[in-house]
């Protein structure tokens, strides 16, 4: 239990107090490697330890270009070759461990001061309504890092907002655990739904991301439907998100799945 603690505060301060540039470059590194042609033999180990369906890997295909696997970021980018989305306006556009949810007015990480501006830096806009629902979704590396629109609507607003990369799990932020939502680099993408209502998506890097590609087809003005790709993850993250519906069947603690109903 002592050396749980010790390593969590060692990784949480020892990391964290590095400088941005260098947590970068070291994330670097490790993308580098992930990279190599030689990482893709480390593919079928972390696919017997981590799925239990011998045939889960058939359902993907590489995320680059190649037909086969070339390394293990093609397999970290993994796409699936049929999208399968639940029957409902609404879907879970990644798939991840819900870490926190509720409304916005009733959220601790909401009333800094009373008001709710961490909330709005996650976001990036002071126009988060009070009565939205705000999720976090931590993207585990065995979890498919891909994330997609989870509703009918057109992008509004796309902003690359740079920051730190934290350490994402978060066990290690037991009374905070969208800290690193609220100091990272991000992408945040505004979506507005056939009604007007506007679903705020904030796709958080961390440490070993080498980063937050955005889809080419995706650019302010473009409608997208529910199941559009939007990005993907190089290496690690978590995606939050606020809409003005309710979950229908997820709770804090569930492990939520791309394309399931919200």
């Not at 947590?23 to 990482?39: D, E, M, V």
């Not at 890092?145 to 902003?159: A, E």
């Not at 199941?227 to 993907?232: D, F, L, V």
Request: aromatic share 14%; net charge positive.
């Amino acid at each position: 239990m002592l050396q749980k603690q010790f390593m969590r505060l060692f990784l949480i301060h020892f990391w964290g107090n590095l400088p941005a540039l260098v947590q970068k470059f070291i994330s670097q590194l490790h993308t580098q490697f992930y990279n190599l042609s030689i990482s893709k033999h480390l593919i079928p180990l972390y696919c017997k330890v981590h799925y239990k369906d011998p045939k889960y890997l058939q359902q993907f295909a590489p995320g680059g270009k190649a037909q086969e696997f070339r390394n293990f970021q093609d397999f970290f980018t993994r796409k699936f070759k049929k999208i399968q989305l639940h029957h409902t306006p609404y879907v879970w556009p990644c798939e991840g461990f819900l870490c926190e949810y509720g409304q916005v007015s009733n959220l601790p990480l909401s009333n800094v001061k009373g008001d709710k501006r961490a909330i709005d830096t996650i976001f990036n806009s002071p126009h988060i309504p009070t009565d939205y629902f705000y999720s976090n979704v931590f993207l585990h590396n065995k979890n498919y890092h891909r994330i997609h629109s989870p509703l009918l609507g057109k992008i509004t607003r796309i902003k690359r907002i740079p920051g730190n990369l934290y350490l994402l799990r978060p066990w290690f932020y037991k009374n905070n655990p969208s800290f690193p939502a609220i100091k990272n680099e991000r992408v945040v993408v505004d979506i507005q739904d056939m009604h007007g209502a506007t679903w705020y998506l904030s796709i958080v890097g961390g440490p070993a991301v080498g980063s937050i590609k955005m889809h080419p087809a995706i650019e302010v003005g473009t409608h997208v439907a529910k199941g559009t790709e939007i990005a993907t993850f190089l290496l690690g993250s978590t995606c939050c998100i606020a809409a003005p519906v309710a979950l229908s069947c997820n709770s804090t603690g569930d492990c939520v799945q791309m394309g399931h109903a919200w």
